[in-house]
């Protein structure tokens, strides 16, 4: 398994939540991270990104809520979740791209979060 997420659960509105992504080392140094969700009925979308200079990009219902950092010393890429709202309730998914390239070439398994109002 080249990435393998966990973190997740039921949490009520306002909670928090941390997801965590372990990757390869091949993958993790040189590619952009990110995490992706889906919830029931859309299409998946990128929430967080962060680059291997530690760029950051967020979508912008999340900014200011969520976090996402990488841990060069474990190949690992965490997101933060806080005052989270019933519409983030989704499949999470951590993913890898090279730079550049606008499609994940490696995706993690998904983990459900799912915020209760």
């Known amino acids: 398994v080249q990435l393998q997420a966990s973190g997740g659960g039921l949490v009520q509105a306002g909670g928090s939540l941390r997801l965590s992504c372990a990757a390869s080392r091949s993958i993790f140094s040189t590619n952009v991270m990110g995490w992706y969700r889906q919830a029931p009925g859309k299409q998946r979308e990128l929430v967080a990104s962060i680059n291997t200079a530690g760029i950051t990009y967020y979508r912008t219902s999340v900014k200011g809520r969520f976090a996402i950092s990488r841990d060069n010393a474990t190949n690992t890429v965490n997101l933060q979740m806080n005052s989270l709202k019933p519409e983030d309730t989704a499949v999470y998914y951590c993913?890898?791209?090279?730079?550049?390239?606008?499609?994940?070439?490696?995706w993690g398994q998904g983990t459900q979060v799912t915020v209760s109002s």
């Open positions: 993913a890898a791209r090279r730079f550049g390239v606008p499609s994940p070439d490696y």
